[in-house]
């Protein structure tokens, strides 16, 4: 055996303890890797189903969303015939009061004249009976001292 021979068993003594220390880490690494390839199965196996539920509520929501836009179609359109309405009545309403206006006024003159009239023909009426009690009330009293003065004398 000569000098090669040996260098040549050293080096291969040397790779084989350099195998042999890191193979420890290696196999404990084989094990970290089998649990989490359990533990991505087990995930896996779980996450179907809750993505299939989670697909589930979707088209729910989206079904009801659609519901929700066709409700607020049909809204929409009321709300236009509301507004279609409401302009109809304002019309009507400003024509009611140009027409009230016209009517107060064609009638507004005349009526005061009326009134007027039949405020001074109260006055007059009042102020003559007031005249007549007054009247009769002094010829009372004008009787009463006359009355007075003859039984004094």
């Excluded at 995930?43 to 607020?72: C, F, I, K, W, Y």
């Excluded at 009042?126 to 002094?138: G, I, L």
Aim: aromatic share 2%; hydrophobic share 45%.
């Amino acid at each position: 055996m000569d000098g090669g021979q040996i260098a040549a068993l050293v080096a291969a003594g040397a790779f084989l303890m350099l195998v042999l220390v890191l193979a420890v880490p290696i196999l404990r690494l084989r094990h970290t890797v089998d649990a989490a390839t359990r533990a991505i199965n087990d995930l896996n196996d779980r996450s179907g189903p809750l993505l299939g539920q989670v697909n589930t509520s979707v088209e729910n929501v989206n079904t009801a969303l659609s519901q929700v836009h066709t409700t607020l179609d049909g809204v929409n359109i009321q709300l236009a015939k509301i507004d279609t309405m409401t302009g109809h009545a304002q019309n009507v309403t400003a024509n009611v009061a140009n027409l009230a206006t016209v009517v107060s006024a064609a009638a507004a003159n005349p009526l005061v004249k009326v009134a007027a009239f039949g405020y001074g023909v109260r006055r007059a009426a009042s102020a003559r009976r007031s005249a007549e009690q007054e009247r009769d009330v002094r010829t009372e009293l004008k009787q009463r001292r006359r009355a007075a003065r003859r039984s004094a004398g």
